[in-house]
């Protein structure tokens, strides 16, 4: 009875620990909530893999020149449910304005 209840107690703490490890990994601490840029250029590339999608597009600098942005969105199981698929973004659309926090 004492070994079963210290595996018990054993298998609860490891639980309890890699609960926190999986939390962890999505954790938004990286970015700043309170600013929001708004990017508006032509798509390169939109890959609707899991765990997550992403979206690159070029934007043009003040300058004329291009920059490449990536956008990671969530997974596709919840793209899904908002509407959003493979198609929604294809190479060289002309245009696609996104929202997102920042480093």
Request: glycine share 6%.
């Amino acid at each position: 009875m004492k070994t079963r209840f210290s595996l018990l107690l054993i298998v609860l703490i490891v639980l309890l620990l890699s609960g926190s490890l999986l939390n962890a990994h999505h954790s938004f601490a990286m970015f700043d909530k309170s600013v929001e840029k708004v990017a508006t250029g032509k798509v390169v590339r939109w890959t609707f893999n899991n765990p997550h999608a992403w979206l690159y597009i070029n934007v043009k600098n003040k300058d004329g020149s291009e920059t490449l942005w990536g956008f990671e969105a969530s997974s596709p199981t919840q793209l899904l449910q908002r509407g959003i698929n493979g198609f929604t973004a294809e190479p060289r659309d002309e245009y696609y304005a996104l929202r997102g926090w920042t480093r």
